[in-house]
């Protein structure tokens, strides 16, 4: 598959091994890190973020160009994670609806800029905001800005998404049922007791479990 290449695009475009049949759509100019040793791919380069509205045409044009055939995107060039994560996401939202057949998108990053630029607790911030103002489209797009920083994050910390959720729902079953075999020990309903002595049996049942685990 030849380099997408529209007017706009700017030096040298590199295309992974493993992305041989991507389309190649350039995000950003450059590395934001371009300080590694064993590469010279972007030294001529001015790192940059390219427009949001310019990506988004290149992916018009390039739809107009080979049609709906594109299965794979790569988000060029060294460090396309950078952006903002609402512009990741219009980038993919508009990807996927212009793409029918669109599988993934790829992406590379440097590992810094997961854990500095966007940390979590900014995104829950954000969330607790819009949470705030009552307003049910921003509370949506908070909430995935959430969820697209963490599981960026897993790349980096070679965690799982769907094994660490799941894990973490048999963990929280498995206490639930604990909870609910104690609250029937003491002769009493779950309906009937109040959220506080609910969490204080929550609590002790964590508590036990830790310790048995040092």
């Not at 055939?69 to 988000?75: C, E, G, T, V």
């Not at 790829?106 to 607790?121: K, S, T, V």
């Not at 797009?141 to 959720?165: C, Q």
């Not at 049922?177 to 007791?193: A, C, D, F, G």
């Amino acid at each position: 598959m030849p380099i997408f290449r529209p007017p706009s695009a700017e030096g040298l475009i590199f295309r992974p091994p493993s992305e041989s049949d991507a389309l190649i759509i350039q995000a950003t100019i450059g590395c934001s890190n371009n300080t590694c040793s064993f590469c010279y791919s972007y030294k001529q380069k001015k790192f940059r973020v390219r427009p949001l509205q310019e990506i988004l045409d290149d992916l018009l044009q390039a739809k107009q160009i080979y049609g709906t055939w594109a299965r794979k995107i790569f988000l060029a060039d060294g460090d396309a994670l950078v952006m903002k994560n609402r512009d990741l996401l219009d980038i993919l939202n508009f990807a996927y609806s212009i793409f029918p057949n669109l599988e993934r998108v790829g992406i590379y990053a440097c590992a810094p800029n997961i854990l500095e630029r966007e940390h979590p607790l900014e995104e829950l911030k954000e969330l607790r905001q819009a949470i705030h103002r009552q307003q049910p489209e921003e509370i949506e797009m908070e909430f995935g800005d959430l969820l697209f920083t963490l599981v960026n994050l897993s790349r980096f910390i070679n965690a799982n998404p769907e094994d660490a959720l799941r894990k973490s729902i048999q963990k929280f079953s498995t206490r639930f049922r604990q909870m609910e075999r104690e609250v029937v020990n003491s002769n009493k309903s779950l309906y009937s007791m109040e959220l506080e002595e609910m969490d204080q049996i929550w609590e002790n049942i964590k508590k036990r479990k830790q310790k048995l685990e040092k």
